[in-house]
């Protein structure tokens, strides 16, 4: 046996330690990375792609593994590498392209019968035919076994599904169901950024532990439900869009989000289960489609036939703060229903104002208590915003505090005042939110108002040297109106990757909407939130996503020949941008009209939707002369297509002539170099309809808000006569220079005296 000194040992301890420490330090300076390949160029000593992956990666790290291969969406695999062994990737034949992990966020009843689904019963589809269109959210999970996720009178599940109902903590095949018919999860890329899932916090499973993907999966197709409230607010039948369809629950986000490497092992999945619809009500960074792994994705799940609905983001009402925006997804903005859940502020000089509010707790006394603004019974210089440990117990007791909406949770809020032991909360907004209410589950009597009933408090407050105040709920109120109106947090355009094509697509309902809810979480979401509800009302256009997911699935079940783009169309051109009276659909940022930049084509409009006469169609080789449009490479469009495709040089493309159901007109500003007083421009922009309906002619009108621009079509009428034939028109806008950052809008309609496809017109100098 071989001896040891001390000193030797000591000597490999120490080595030992060094090397550890120095792997330790190289695994943290090691990211997360999606490698796009090029399947097409597989080297031919290698048997199959995932030998070749294997083989890629070894060549410039011993200790990496892959996380994921990916065989639909796109070709690859994704792995965890250093900046150096990245450079050594980029550098090997058959790679296509490195991305970095990107980290996604959430966007996070009455809705059937104020869409109409509750009418015209006849135009919809057949259940047996809604019953074989399959909807894939991809969320936080489900929460299985609750009633919106009832079974009963299904048939067999569609033939086509190849998914699976995966096993792990707190999920069992049983979980699923033939109206829950499968349930995967993806968490490689997550545990890779922040260690393996703590399974006391959150389930290493399809399970949902938060709530917001069950929300999005019943909302889009959950089964109807009798007596459906959150605390005896918005009582009635909670329903899906589509109730008949099936749900397919893809998890992916976790409680540190949701991270490209796993949504696109999601996705890649899906295609393969054989859904029909993907719905992801998720969103993160812009960059160039050639390197947004959603919208690589989702360009391979459309040419597969499946429709992909994604939320537009909960940035507005800034304009550009858009997500998702490829012209291959539809992109939904949030409006709000005609339903309210008003509270009652009762000040001590009499005044009364109304705000929203879903507290269900002990209500106050009714007699007057004292109110303070939070600014002043703080120990921060934000103290307005009622930020976590910012208020002074000793000034706040018993007292109503008014908070300023904004820089945290509106319901962490409230738990700031309950726990200051405050009595109750005033939830005031500022200039960004405007007049929209957005009603909370809150765990103190609260009333959210507006701003200008907030003013009118502040007012009071500075003026009154003893203020009191009370609050009272109201219950559920509908017929609200004017309704909808645009929700402000809604994300708007212009589109800032590509402001040509008009961007969102349209809006639906995404304020305050009920839906199921995980038994895990209070309807808060918060820690200290004990209460448990079957049912959560919650808002975002995570919420008005599922609305447009579960409806597009309603007419694939109606019309299973038509492409995502005539779904797409459908719910676009027969979208509505009025109320009955003729007024535009209002902003409630801004009190004023909303504009396509933050209605796209309008509000859904379903029960058109299903017979819009005419659609503007488009195939894979019209996205790939978008691309061409946009003068990309062919490298550049294999990374976004997956396809092998170069433009011709000879060909002229134009965005202008790409076949969007909608129009955005760049126009020359004043001060460009081909501007100035007096000087026009023109351009001309080329639309193909195909006829869905009958043989019908139809004629052409347009209105416009300006002068500025003169609009001709040709031919000012189109004459179909049989299914599916296809006539193109040519609108040739004529326009005057103008500043530099001036808008203006129009809209151009098709009509054969019943059915009306509508398309809206911005126009940008820019």
Known sequence: MMKFSLLQISLLLVFCYVYGVAEEKNQQFKKTYVIHMDRSNMPASFDDHFQWYDSSLKSVSDSAAMLYTYSNVIHGFSTRLTVEEVELLEKQPGILAVLPEARYELHTTRTPEFLGLGKSVALFPASEAESEVIVGVLDTGVWPGIKSFDDTGLGPVPKGWKGTCEVGKNFSSSSCNKKLIGARFFSKGYEAAFGSIDETVESKSPRDDDGHGTHTATTAAGSAVSGASLFGYATGKARGMATQARVAAYKVCWLGGCFSSDIVAAMDKAVEDGVNVISMSIGGGLTDYYRDTVAIGAFSAMEQGILVSCSAGNGGPYSGSLSNVAPWITTVGAGTLDRDFPA?????NGKNFTGVSLYSGKPLSGSLVPLVHAANVSNTTSGNLCLTGSLIPTKVAGKIVICDRGGNARVQKGMVVKDAGGVGMILTNTDDFGEELVADAQLLPSAAVGRIAGDMIKKYLSSDPKPTATIASGG????????????AFSSRGPNPITPEILKPDLIAPGVNILAAWTGAVGPTGMESDARHVDFNIISGTSMSCPHVSGLAAL???????????????ALMTTAYSTYENGGTILDVATGHASTPFDYGAGHVDPVAALDPGLVYDATVDDYLGFLCAL???????KLATNRDFTCVSSKVYSLGNFNYPSFAVPLETASSSKGGAGVTSTVKYTRTLTNVGASATYKVSMSSETQSVKMLVEPESLSFSEPYEKKSYTVTFTASSKPSGTTSFARLQWSDGKHVVSSPIAFSWT
């Open 344 to 348: 009652y502020v009762t000040l001590g």
């Open 476 to 487: 559920t109120h509908l017929g609200i109106q004017p309704s909808p109106v645009v929700a």
């Open 631 to 637: 003068n990309y490479s062919t490298s550049q469009i």
């Open 555 to 569: 007419l694939k079940a109606a019309h299973p020949e038509w492409s995502p783009a005539a779904i797409k169309s």
